[in-house]
C-alpha cells in the first residue's frame, strides 16, 4: 500500500477520496493529542503575557500534586494521567495496522536495534539536553520565558519512579506522533520535505509556548533537528531515547538540585 516506508514522501501519496479520510484522520489524531496540547499551550501563554509583571516572575509547572497531602489518591491520579496520555499513541498504531503498515514498527517504534537507538539517543540527548538548558536560562534572564518548575510533588516513595515514568511517555507520545506519525501522513497529503518539517518542528514548539518565547523557539528548533535525524535514520527509536533522557535529568535533576544551587531558578 502506498506510504508504507518512514516518512513517506510525494511519491508514495493517495488518491482524492484517501486523501479526504487521512486529511480527516490526521486532524483527529492531533486533535485528541499535541494539537490540543497546542492550542492550550496558546491560551496559557496569552494569560501569562497579559497577566501584571514580567514572564520570569510566572511559573510553569510540569509534574505537580493532583491531591495535596494524599498521596495513594494522588498517585492514582498521577498514573492515570500518564496511561491516558499514551492512548492517541495506542490510536496511531490502530491506525497503522488498518493500513497493513506493520504498526508502529514502521515508524521505527520497535526493539530491532536496540544497541543503535540507546547510543545515537544517549548522544544526542547529551547534545540537545546541554544546549536546551543554555537557551533556557538565557531566555528566562531576557525576560522571554517563564521559570520552569519541572516537579513539585511531595516528598514520597513513588516521586522518582511518576517523574521517569512522565518523561518517557512524554518521549513516546511526542516523537511517534509530531515525526514519525505526522510525517508519514504529511508525505502521504502530498506535502513536500521542506513543508512537512516545518509543520512537526511548529507544532512542537506550539505546545511548548506555555513556557514562554524561549520554549516556543527552542522546542521548534529540537523538531526541526529531530525531523532531520528522522528522515536519516528512519527511526522514532533515538529520539524517544533521546528526549526521555532529557526530560529525566530535567525532572529528577530538579528534585535533588532544587534550591540547593544558586544557578538553577526556582519561585
Known amino acids: 500500500m502506498p506510504g508504507d516506508g518512514p516518512g513517506a514522501g510525494r511519491d508514495e501519496g493517495v488518491g482524492g477520496a484517501a486523501r479526504r479520510v487521512l486529511r480527516s484522520e490526521t486532524l483527529l489524531v492531533l ?16 494569560g501569562s503575557v497579559t497577566r501584571p509583571g514580567g514572564l520570569k516572575d510566572q511559573a510553569a509547572t510540569l509534574n505537580g500534586s493532583h491531591a495535596p497531602g494524599r498521596p495513594w489518591l494522588d498517585l492514582s491520579w498521577q498514573l ?14 490502530h491506525l497503522l495496522l488498518r493500513e497493513r503498515a506493520d504498526g508502529l514498527r514502521a515508524l521505527g517504534c520497535d526493539r530491532r536495534r536496540p544497541g543503535f537507538d540507546l547510543g545515537r539517543g544517549a548522544a544526542l540527548g547529551a547534545a540537545m539536553g546541554g544546549c536546551g538548558l543554555l537557551l533556557y536560562l538565557g531566555a528566562r534572564a531576557a525576560g522571554f520565558n517563564l521559570t520552569v518548575v519541572p516537579e513539585s ?74 525531523v532531520l535525524l528522522y528522515r536519516r535514520w528512519r527511526r522514532v527509536g533515538p529520539l524517544i531515547v533521546a528526549h526521555s533522557l532529557i526530560d529525566i535529568v530535567a525532572f529528577v535533576g530538579y528534585a535533588l538540585l532544587a534550591g540547593r544551587v544558586d544557578w538553577l531558578p526556582t519561585l
Not at 486533535?31 to 496569552?46: K, M, N, P, R, T
Open 31 to 46: 486533535a485528541l493529542s499535541l494539537g490540543a496540547s497546542a492550542v492550550s499551550a496558546l491560551i496559557s501563554f496569552i
Open 80 to 93: 492515570f494521567g500518564i496511561a491516558t496520555a499514551l492512548v492517541p499513541v495506542l490510536l496511531v498504531a
Open 153 to 226: 510533588l511531595p516528598d514520597v516513595w513513588w516521586k522518582m519512579p511518576v517523574l521517569i515514568a512522565s518523561a518517557v511517555q512524554n518521549a513516546v507520545v511526542e516523537e511517534v506522533i509530531v515525526v514519525g506519525y505526522l510525517l508519514r501522513r504529511l508525505g502521504q497529503l502530498g506535502w513536500g520535505p521542506l513543508p512537512a518539517l516545518a509543520a512537526s518542528a511548529v507544532l512542537r514548539g506550539s505546545y511548548h509556548l506555555y513556557q514562554g518565547i524561549g520554549g516556543f523557539v527552542g522546542n521548534m528548533v529540537m523538531g526541526a533537528i529531530f
